[in-house]
């Protein structure tokens, strides 16, 4: 009958599509590991070849901007957050509330406005530390990472070190929250230490170097980092407790 030729092959097309989406699972997820001389690119469903790193163009900027403040939204939370609950913090707090309980007829004023405050005052220095772009320095930039389509992913700035051999320093590094885990931090940071070997040879420098900062909330970038060989040596914070680390590698 013909209704039972058209039903018997079904089985055998739904276990051969199920195949064929099992195959490009797999291929999507491989995952290329960091090599000794760079990072490499994290394959999950972005190519190598679907992505480039060029300088951001003028009329790019405000879209940058957006990345960078978004970015910066991201993790102001968690680093406000872990600042204010520090034993010190939680001290000054209390003592700003016990103060303004003479002022204030309101209790709960006394004890809010103190932390409002300070949750206004941290985030506001996130920002305007991390949410702008700085001035191109002597390293050029800053770069973009554009996908084949013409979307901008990601940001890139850098800039030379304090004093002589500390070799280059990142300034930003943001991925649009669309376009994380697919790569794009990755093919940036190799990025940044093929520009900081190719300066430290130009400016004859003993040795070629990248410092990464990371703010103590991102966890997922310092792993990252981790995998590519670098090595958290140092930090810097408020009362003590810190806030940002510096991973750094010798490339």
């Known amino acids: 009958m013909r209704t039972g030729a058209l039903l018997s092959p079904a089985p055998t097309r739904l276990a051969a599509c199920l195949a064929t989406a099992l195959v490009r699972v797999s291929s999507a997820g491989r995952v290329h590991a960091c090599s000794p001389r760079g990072c490499g690119s994290l394959g999950a469903a972005m190519a190598p070849g679907h992505l480039s790193v060029r300088e951001m163009r003028e009329d790019e900027r405000p879209l940058v901007l957006e990345m960078l403040k978004a970015g910066v939204k991201d993790t102001e939370n968690r680093v406000t957050l872990h600042a204010l609950t520090r034993p010190p913090a939680l001290l000054l707090l209390a003592a700003a509330s016990s103060g ?3 002022v204030l007829a309101s209790f709960a004023l006394a004890l809010l406005l103190p932390v409002f405050l300070a949750v206004a005052a941290m985030k506001l220095g996130l920002r305007a530390r991390w949410g702008s772009l700085p001035p191109p320095g002597g390293l050029g930039g800053p770069w973009v990472a554009v996908r084949s389509s ?4 990601g940001v890139l700035a850098l800039a030379p070190g304090s004093s ?3 070799g280059a320093r ?3 590094l943001s991925v649009s929250r669309w ?6 931090g990755r093919r940036l940071l190799a990025f940044a230490e093929s520009r900081a070997r190719a300066w430290a040879g130009g400016m004859g420098e003993p040795r070629a170097r990248l410092v990464v900062p990371v703010a103590v909330a991102a966890w997922g970038v310092a792993g990252m980092l981790e995998g590519c060989g670098y090595q958290a040596e140092g930090s810097w914070g408020c009362m003590g407790y810190t806030l940002v680390r510096e991973f750094s590698k010798d490339l």
């Not at 376009?179 to 794009?184: D, I, L, Q, S």
């Open 100 to 102: 303004l309980r003479f």
């Open 170 to 172: 990142v300034t930003r």
């Open 164 to 166: 002589a051999g500390d």
């Open 150 to 153: 013409g979307d901008v992913c």
């Open 179 to 184: 376009h994380r885990r697919r790569g794009v």
